[in-house]
């Protein structure tokens, strides 16, 4: 089959290119890099021809308000650009518990995406994800100064981009869910707790300290970011790949 992965080059979308092709398929990655501009329309037509899935793993480059205009014009141009090029297959990787953070604007952007691809003309399939191991650095720099780090205790479910990366292919090669796959790795923390098992991993001196007020995962109530019944569980342990 072949696949056109927008957003192809980035950190999840260059290993489902990479996983698609061992897997004998024709996996073409495409981006702002290669010409191809979600928001203009510039090149989607052509990226999109003769292709039987369209995986979108693009991102909004900005986290507030704006990432809802980035979902809606992006989606538009490309469940425009499927329709017309035949594609059997949209896939999109969202977030575990997207639809509970009401008070996030990015999450609500998420949704969005989500909804307009349900509403949309092609079958579908959403790849929910928890949080990626390779980001926990950047979420401990949110609240951060030169001695201390200030965390919620918001439980989170670590997963290794490269096991994301393996679920959306692995759908993507498949028969459309029109529904969602939740994945997530194999170990819940607090997030306190694992900015504290990350520091100590690291050998970095700065301590942890517990604040339900800090930082963009305060706004999260609960456990809703961590995967329920029917989820895929990767084996990648936050230990063992930290180390």
Same mark, same amino acid.
Not at 88 to 99: Q, T
Not at 104 to 124: F, I, S, T
Not at 161 to 179: C, F, I, K, R, S
């Given at each position: 089959?072949?696949?056109?992965?927008?957003?192809?080059?980035?950190?999840?979308?260059?290993?489902?290119?990479?996983?698609?092709?061992?897997?004998?398929?024709?996996?073409?990655?495409?981006?702002?890099?290669?010409?191809?501009?979600?928001?203009?329309?510039?090149?989607?037509?052509?990226?999109l021809a003769g292709a039987d899935v369209v995986v979108n793993l693009t991102n909004s480059p900005t986290f507030d308000e704006a990432s809802l205009a980035f979902?809606?014009?992006?989606?538009?141009?490309?469940?425009?650009?499927?329709?017309?090029?035949?594609?059997?297959?949209?896939?999109?990787?969202?977030?575990?518990?997207?639809?509970?953070?009401?008070?996030?604007?990015?999450?609500?952007?998420?949704?969005?995406?989500? *909804?307009?691809?349900?509403?949309?003309?092609?079958?579908?399939?959403?790849?929910?994800?928890?949080?990626?191991?390779?980001?926990?650095?950047?979420?401990?720099?949110?609240?951060?100064?030169?001695?201390?780090?200030?965390?919620?205790?918001?439980?989170?479910?670590?997963?290794?981009?490269?096991?994301?990366?393996?679920?959306?292919? *692995?759908?993507?090669?498949?028969?459309?869910?029109?529904?969602?796959?939740?994945?997530?790795?194999?170990?819940?923390?607090?997030?306190?707790?694992?900015?504290?098992?990350?520091?100590?991993?690291?050998?970095?001196?700065?301590?942890?300290?517990?604040? *339900?007020?800090?930082?963009?995962?305060?706004?999260?109530?609960?456990?809703?970011?961590?995967?329920?019944?029917?989820?895929?569980?990767?084996?990648?342990?936050?230990?063992?790949?930290?180390?």
């Amino acid at each position: 089959m072949k696949f056109a992965v927008i957003g192809g080059t980035g950190l999840i979308g260059s290993q489902v290119v990479q996983d698609l092709n061992a897997a004998g398929h024709q996996a073409v990655p495409h981006s702002l890099s290669t010409g191809v501009d979600i928001l203009t329309g510039q090149g989607v037509d052509e990226a999109l021809a003769g292709a039987d899935v369209v995986v979108n793993l693009t991102n909004s480059p900005t986290f507030d308000e704006a990432s809802l205009a980035f979902f809606q014009t992006s989606m538009d141009n490309l469940l425009a650009a499927a329709a017309k090029a035949g594609a059997g297959h949209f896939v999109i990787l969202s977030i575990v518990g997207v639809d509970q953070v009401p008070d996030l604007d990015y999450y609500r952007a998420k949704v969005l995406q989500e *909804d307009l691809l349900k509403a949309g003309p092609v079958p579908y399939s959403i790849v929910r994800a928890t949080q990626f191991m390779e980001f926990v650095d950047a979420v401990l720099s949110w609240t951060a100064d030169e001695k201390t780090v200030r965390l919620p205790r918001t439980p989170i479910q670590p997963i290794a981009a490269a096991e994301v990366a393996a679920a959306v292919a *692995d759908v993507a090669a498949g028969t459309p869910l029109n529904g969602t796959l939740d994945v997530g790795g194999p170990d819940t923390y607090p997030l306190d707790e694992l900015g504290r098992l990350t520091l100590r991993i690291k050998g970095d001196e700065r301590s942890v300290t517990t604040d *339900d007020t800090a930082g963009m995962f305060a706004a999260v109530h609960g456990d809703v970011l961590t995967t329920g019944p029917g989820a895929r569980i990767a084996p990648t342990h936050y230990t063992d790949w930290l180390k």
